[in-house]
């Protein structure tokens, strides 16, 4: 199966600032996606590019794909105190299974 | 609001113990997966299910760990024994297949003593 590796492990930011945080992979993918984990809850979905996009965008979010190099990057634009959580990026080739890495923790400060 | 309910959201047990996680996944939802998460090993995946049937359970320490699907409101993890080692928190995942997207509960936070 396939699993992202997030980098940073850890960023804090000011409130108003962006976010920036990348995924790196190993084998062919059909597609990436990146979650949100507020603390204590379950991961919610956030995006998805497919292997064939180049820069995706939703809200404040965007996300780039370069399948030459596998990698993805997340920026969270104009942060807010609210976006405080961790993010994890998952790869994912053929077929139904979906893993995660270690995640991005993410702290905005007021 | 269509969401994956877990219970129960706590449970603390003693060592050798059974314990039983229980999730409805969203209803219509033909995938479920079990994943298991700490501190130190992140989120790893335990098993998963497309139609209720189990695809891969190779993340599960098959000799303590049991996953089953009854029917299609229902899915358990089951660990029996339980070890100081199992603690952690359980997240069930639901989806639709062809849909790629996974929705998430909130967890069973497991602390084996």
């Known amino acids: 199966s396939q699993q992202g590796e997030e980098d940073p492990q850890a960023l804090s930011i000011q409130e108003g600032e962006n976010a920036t945080m990348n995924c790196s992979y190993k084998?062919?993918?059909?597609?990436l996606q990146w979650y949100r984990q507020n603390s204590g809850r379950g991961l919610v979905h956030l995006i998805l590019?497919?292997?064939?996009?180049r820069e995706k965008h939703s809200g404040r979010l965007r996300v780039t794909l370069d399948t030459s190099k596998k990698s993805s990057s997340l920026l969270i634009t104009a942060s807010r105190a609210a976006d405080t959580a961790s993010y994890f990026c998952?790869?994912?080739?053929?077929?139904?299974?979906?893993?995660f890495g270690g995640g991005t923790r993410v702290l905005v400060k007021p | 609001d269509a969401r994956v309910t877990q219970t129960p959201r706590h449970k603390v047990t003693e060592m050798g113990q059974e314990v039983t996680m229980r999730c409805q996944p969203i209803l219509g939802h033909n995938t479920v997966f079990w994943y298991r998460q700490t501190m130190m090993q992140g989120l790893e995946l335990l098993a998963y299910f497309r139609n209720r049937a189990p695809l891969d359970d190779s993340g599960m320490p098959k000799d303590r760990f049991s996953a089953e699907m009854p029917d299609a409101t229902l899915a358990t993890l089951k660990i029996q024994p339980s070890e100081p080692r199992d603690s952690a928190v359980y997240f069930c995942a639901s989806g639709l297949e062809g849909n790629e997207k996974l929705f998430f509960g909130s967890g069973t936070q497991l602390s084996v003593l």
């Open positions: 998952a790869p994912k080739a053929a077929g139904n299974k979906l893993t």
């Open positions: 084998t062919s993918i059909n597609n």
């Open positions: 590019i497919r292997s064939n996009e």
